[in-house]
C-alpha cells in the first residue's frame, strides 16, 4: 500500500522559513515523479515544485522559483521542499504527490498523480 506521509508545517513569520517533508512507502518510487502542490482556501490546487527521483532533474512554478528549493534522500525514501523568504501568499496546506516519471508528460496538473499525501498547513504571518 502505497503512502505519501507529510510533516513539517507550522506557523512562521513572513520572511521566514520552513522545510516540510515527505515519507514514501509502499513501493519503489525510482521511476516516479514527486511533486509538491498547495491549495489555498477558495483557490485550486496548484503545482509549486518537482523532482525526478531518478534523476534529480527540478521543475518550479514561477511564483516559488529562487526562494524554494526541492530534494529527495535516497537512503530515506524522503522528499523535501526547502521554503525561504516566505511571504503571506504561501499560507496553504501543501500535498506531496507522485505519478510515474514518463516522458513527455505534464508535471503540472493534479490529474496526472496517482498518489496523494493528507497534506501539511502551512501558514505565514505577518
Known amino acids: 500500500q502505497v503512502q505519501l506521509v507529510e510533516s513539517g508545517g507550522g506557523l512562521v513569520q513572513v520572511g521566514g522559513s520552513l522545510r516540510v517533508s515527505c515519507a514514501a512507502s509502499g513501493r519503489t518510487f525510482s521511476r516516479y515523479i514527486m511533486g509538491w502542490f498547495r491549495q489555498a482556501p477558495g483557490k485550486e490546487r496548484e503545482f509549486v515544485a518537482g523532482?525526478?527521483?531518478?534523476?534529480?532533474?527540478?521543475y518550479y512554478s514561477d511564483s516559488v522559483k529562487g526562494r524554494f528549493t526541492i530534494s529527495r534522500d535516497n537512503a530515506k525514501n524522503t522528499v523535501y521542499l526547502q521554503m525561504n523568504s516566505l511571504k503571506p501568499e504561501d499560507t496553504a496546506v501543501y500535498y506531496c504527490?507522485?505519478?510515474?516519471?514518463?516522458?513527455?508528460?505534464?508535471?503540472?496538473?493534479?490529474?496526472?498523480?496517482?498518489?496523494w499525501g493528507q497534506g501539511t498547513q502551512v501558514t505565514v504571518s505577518s
Open positions: 523532482i525526478r527521483w531518478s534523476s534529480g532533474n527540478t
Open positions: 504527490a507522485a505519478k510515474p516519471g514518463l516522458y513527455g508528460t505534464s508535471w503540472f496538473s493534479p490529474l496526472e498523480y496517482d498518489y
